[in-house]
């Protein structure tokens, strides 16, 4: 259900975090051809900047999976080790099973997988100066600054387009297809019939969701999706009083 009518042009991530073990935020931004932009981002309680960095990247390469993307698509970022990783040091990796050169096992090798299973043909990360007046670059270290703290997402009156953390706001060229798949995932919950992870990923737009991939139980709006076995998937609607 990839949303071709919207071009992605760029694309700009940062984290934050207070003590390095401490609280921390990610911050994600996405422009398009049409000058809108959706802005995402979280915080996690007790994190550390690098893993903070590294989510951001995993949350915008999910989002950047639904659009079309112009030709030589940068996402940028100030950390190096991000870029590093992706660039270069992940290919190594994976060839000595997630194990440095040392053989001691990669740090957060739990997301550099992720993001390995997110890469995007013709998308390459851009290093950019962190605080050097950047817009782009600004504004995404006040989402994650924000986020960091227990603050959520700031106003950003310039934007044409605001989508907030899991989609609570939802850009209105996205209504219409937001509603028919609420209807259709409703059909399907009626009938009872079961679908297999694709199918499923298809129909909530889930692209590499970790739960879908671990085929583990997860919420999505005012449904429960439970896993049957075989790799195939039941929608149960949730009680809400």
Not at 189 to 197: A, D, I, T
Request: charged share 30%.
């Amino acid at each position: 259900m990839t949303n071709i009518e919207s071009i992605a042009i760029e694309a700009a991530t940062d984290g934050a975090c207070s003590g390095n073990p401490g609280a921390g935020g990610w911050g994600g931004l996405i422009l398009f051809e049409d000058g809108s932009q959706i802005e995402f981002g979280g915080g996690e309680k007790h994190t550390t900047n690098n893993r903070m960095e590294l989510t951001a990247a995993i949350k915008t390469l999910e989002r950047l999976q639904e659009f079309t993307l112009k030709r030589n698509f940068k996402l940028r970022t100030d950390s190096k080790y991000l870029i590093e990783g992706y660039t270069n040091w992940i290919n190594n990796w994976k060839k000595n099973g997630w194990k440095t050169s040392s053989g001691k096992q990669v740090q957060n090798s739990d997301l550099w997988k992720i993001i390995d299973g997110l890469r995007l043909t013709d998308l390459s990360m851009e290093f950019v100066k962190g605080h050097s007046g950047d817009p782009l670059n600004e504004r995404v270290d006040l989402i994650a600054t924000n986020y960091s703290k227990g603050i959520s997402l700031p106003r950003n009156p310039l934007n044409k387009t605001l989508i907030n953390k899991d989609d609570e706001l939802l850009a209105p060229v996205n209504i219409k297809n937001l509603l028919s798949r609420i209807e259709l995932v409703d059909e399907f919950e009626k009938k009872g019939y079961l679908l297999n992870s694709k199918e499923l990923s298809d129909l909530l737009t889930l692209k590499r969701d970790n739960n879908i991939i671990a085929h583990k139980r997860f919420d999505w709006r005012n449904w429960t999706i439970i896993p049957i076995e075989n790799k195939y998937w039941k929608i149960i609607k949730k009680n809400i009083e």
